[in-house]
C-alpha cells in the first residue's frame, strides 16, 4: 500500500526558508486522481491544513499561509516538497505529508506520513 | 481559534457509547463533506470516517459518523480503552477562496 516519509531539517532559524521532502513508496504520484497535501500541528494544539499540489503542478495554498509557502512536486522521484519562509517560532510544529483521496477541494487524507517535527530556533 | 467547534474533552466508561460534537458554518460543514481523524497518543492521526458516515475499511463498525445542517457527530459505541485518543472533524470550507478546515480536536478518556 502507499506509504508517505517526511524528511527534512528539523532545526531552522528564525527568518529562514524551512525545507520538507515527501517521498512516497507504494504508487505513483504521476498515476493521477490524488492531491499530496501537507498539514501541520502546532506542540499540543490542533491540525491546520498548509495546501496541497496535484501532479500536473497544480497548487492550492491555505490562505494565511499562502504568501510564505510554496509546494513543488518531483515526479521523476516520486517526491513533493514544501517550502515555508521567512520563519518565526510560531512556525514551530510536527510537520505532515499525506495524500487526499478525492481530489480538490477536501480533506481526505489517507494515508498521512509519520510526521517531522521542525523547531524554529536560534 | 479552530473554524470548526468541537467540545476539547470527553470522557466514557468501556462498553459505553460516546458522542464527539462537531459544529460549523453554511460554508463547511453545510456544503461539504465532513471527515474524523483519530490520532493515538504520539503518532499520526489516522482516517476515521469520510464522507460524513463511511467508515474505511479496517475500521470497527463501532464508529458512526453522521451529519445535519451546519453540525456533525462521532459515536463510538462499546467503548474500548484503545480508543483512548484525541478526534479531529475536518471540512473544505468554501470562504476566502476555499480552505481545509479542522476542529480543534476532542480528547477522549476511558475511565
Known amino acids: 500500500q502507499v506509504q508517505l516519509q517526511e524528511s527534512g531539517p528539523g532545526l531552522v532559524k528564525p527568518s529562514q526558508t524551512l525545507s520538507l521532502t515527501c517521498t512516497v513508496s507504494?504508487?505513483?504520484?504521476?498515476?493521477?486522481?490524488?492531491?499530496w497535501s501537507w498539514i501541520r500541528q502546532h506542540p499540543g494544539k490542533g491540525l491546520e491544513w498548509i495546501g496541497y499540489?496535484?501532479?500536473?503542478?497544480?497548487?492550492y495554498y491555505n490562505p494565511s499561509l499562502k504568501s510564505r509557502v510554496t509546494i513543488s512536486v518531483d515526479t521523476s522521484k516520486n517526491q513533493f516538497s514544501l517550502k515555508l519562509s521567512s520563519v518565526t517560532a510560531a512556525d514551530t510544529a510536527v510537520y505532515y505529508c499525506?495524500?487526499?483521496?478525492?481530489?480538490?477541494?477536501?480533506?481526505?487524507?489517507?494515508?498521512w506520513g509519520q510526521g517531522t517535527l521542525v523547531t524554529v530556533s536560534s | 481559534q479552530s473554524v470548526l467547534t468541537q467540545p476539547p474533552s470527553a470522557s466514557g466508561t468501556p462498553g459505553q457509547r460516546v458522542t464527539i460534537s462537531c459544529s460549523g458554518s453554511?460554508?463547511?460543514?453545510?456544503?461539504?463533506?465532513v471527515y474524523w481523524y483519530q490520532q493515538l497518543p504520539g503518532t499520526a492521526p489516522k482516517l476515521l470516517i469520510y464522507?460524513?458516515?463511511q467508515r474505511p475499511s479496517g475500521v470497527p463498525d463501532r464508529f458512526s459518523g453522521s451529519k445535519s445542517g451546519t453540525s456533525a457527530s462521532l459515536a463510538i459505541s462499546g467503548l474500548r480503552s484503545e480508543d483512548e485518543a484525541d478526534y479531529y472533524c475536518?471540512?473544505?470550507?468554501?470562504?476566502?477562496?476555499?480552505?481545509?478546515?479542522f476542529g480543534g480536536g476532542t480528547k477522549l478518556t476511558v475511565l
Open positions: 499525506a495524500r487526499d483521496l478525492a481530489g480538490s477541494y477536501t480533506v481526505w487524507f489517507d494515508p
Open positions: 507504494g504508487g505513483s504520484i504521476s498515476s493521477g486522481g490524488y492531491y
Open positions: 499540489i496535484y501532479y500536473s503542478g497544480s497548487t
Open positions: 453554511s460554508s463547511n460543514i453545510g456544503s461539504n463533506y
Open positions: 464522507r460524513n458516515n
Open positions: 475536518a471540512a473544505w470550507d468554501d470562504s476566502l477562496s476555499g480552505q481545509g478546515v
